[in-house]
Each structure stands twice: as C-alpha cells, then as structure tokens.
C-alpha cells in the first residue's frame, strides 16, 4: 500500500493496534484520539483541537465491513442496562494487516515521526506464556492429536462448557496476537486446535474468513 492510498479506516485500524487492540477491547473515544495523534487534519474539530468521534466511528464501522477487509470487530455507543458496550477489536485480518504496513506508519501522514511502534512486547510476553501451556508443548512434540478440548479451553483461560462465543472470542483474541507479531509456529498451532475444536467456537474457520 502506498501513502496515497491510506483512508480514514486504515489510519483507526492502525490507531487501534497501537492502543492494544489484537488482545483486549479499545474504546471509540480512546482510538479517536489516537487517530488525532496520527491524522489531526482528517480526525479535529474545525476550530478546536478535539478529536471528532463520529469520523472515528465511521472509519471503524467501514473497517468492519467484509469489503474493506473486515479488520476490527465492535460496536460504539450501544448500552445494555446501563453498561456500557462501546469497544474495538482487531479480527486476526486486521492484526496481519498492521503488521503488514507497519513501516508505512512508521511517518505519519502528516510527514512527521510517531511516537509509538506497534506494541509487540506486550503481545510477545502472552505468546511467551502460551509456549508452556501443556496443548503448545504436545504440538511441538508433534503430537496435536493428544490435545484434548479441556486442556484447548485450558489454554483461552475459559471454562469447558463456556458458551461458543466466549470460546470463539478468546481464541480470535489469541490469533490476533500471533498475527500481528507474526509467529508463524503459534499460527500453525492455532490452526491445527481451530481444526480440532471447531464445534466448540461453532463457527466457519477464523481463518481468512471475515467476520
């Protein structure tokens, strides 16, 4: 991609991995300043420097779509009794995807250097942790098939009779990761447990598949 091509959604995709969005959920006013930080022409009020949220969560709402991609995942504004359901997350496409144009935000669109890279360390330090669960260690030992479904629900740090969408959810949250530090070994790992355990996410292959 070139910097000519960059819109709005790549530059709230971008904004959403830097604030940590492959493993937890990012709120619309967090990434819309973030997206201020990066982008001040496209993302301030026209007199004041106050980051517009409605252009934030317009670009979000095209990088969820299936045309664009489907690069994050979320809602913003909705409540549920009085809870708040506003958050982002990046789909395992939109993790590879910054990975992919790192370097292209390594000077933002304004020309000038940012001030953060995107944050691996955190990402590593989890994958890290994951290396010595008992479902990685029978994978590496090539023996994927001993993986049981409790030591995989043991792994997402999930109950084994979680609702498929919780299981479904961590486990995306954790091919986010391994997407954007690109850890070829844990996405082989991940595909084999999505392959195994497909009927507890209930869902088509993560895998290159949007949401």
Known sequence: MRNDEIKSLHIAVYALSLLGGAHRKVHT????????????????????????????????????????????????????????????????AGAAWARENETLFQRSVQGEPTSEAIPKREAERLLKKLRSDAAYQAFEKGDAASITSYMFTDLLNCSPDAPPETVRTKFRRLLSTAELIGDEEMLRFLKICEQQFSTLMATPSAFGVSQ
């Open 29 to 92: 006013e967090d990434i819309a300043q973030k997206c201020l930080e990066i982008a001040p022409d496209r993302f301030k009020w026209e007199k004041y420097d106050y980051p517009e949220k409605e252009l934030v969560r317009k670009a979000l709402f095209h990088a969820s779509e299936a045309r664009n991609g489907a690069f994050v995942t979320g809602r913003t504004g909705m409540e549920q009794r009085g809870k708040s359901r506003d958050g982002w997350q990046l789909t395992p």
